[in-house]
């Protein structure tokens, strides 16, 4: 079946580092991609998309692109703050109104 | 901005009792999910509508939970008799096109 997996985490690291979290996915035909962020005691909101191959999603500095030989959508930011503290989801839906199939979640934590 | 909103926030329950959760979705928008999210791990789906109808409730325990829409509208999800397994966040979302689902805050369940 269709599958997400992210690289295992926590990653700690300190303020204005450089951030990659790995997002590799297996499915059958071509999904749309996205990374959710989630904060403490809050539900998942939406950071970025790209719905096919080339596809580059950005947002609040963060940056994916789609790379559909590598099966691969890893999220990267040049430089982290503080508040990007939170754990991160990425995802695969395919179209249709289906449902989102997500990885296991990577909890980043950001020093100052 | 419109918001998916969810009640109760926090619920405690002991086991064997009945528990329910309460989603309204963004006014318009025709497709509702339920995700139930472990600790530590990705939120995974349990049940969708569209409109009052279920379209996927493939990985919805049927014996002990229930997922109502009656008017299209808000939704309950209901769980009867609770298990100590059931502890989890229950995640309401919803989407207007399919294109992307925009989710509430969720519903922490603790089953003592």
Known sequence: GDSVTQMEGPVTLSEEAFLTINCTYTATGYPSLFWYVQYPGEGLQLLLKATKADDKGSN?????TYRKETTSFHLEKGSV???????YFCALTFQGAQKLVFGQGTRLTINP | EAEVAQSPRYKITEKSQAV???CDPISGHATLYWYRQILGQGPELLVQ?????VVDDSQLPKDRFSAERLKGVDSTLKIQPAELGDSAMYLCA???DGREQYFGPGTRLTVT
Do not use: I, P, T, Y
């Open chain 1, 60 to 64: 609040k500095g963060f940056e994916a």
């Open chain 1, 81 to 87: 703050q503080v508040s990007d503290s939170a754990v």
């Open chain 2, 20 to 22: 329910a959760f309460w």
């Open chain 2, 49 to 53: 509508f569209q409109d009052e109808s």
């Open chain 2, 94 to 96: 919803s989407s207007l």
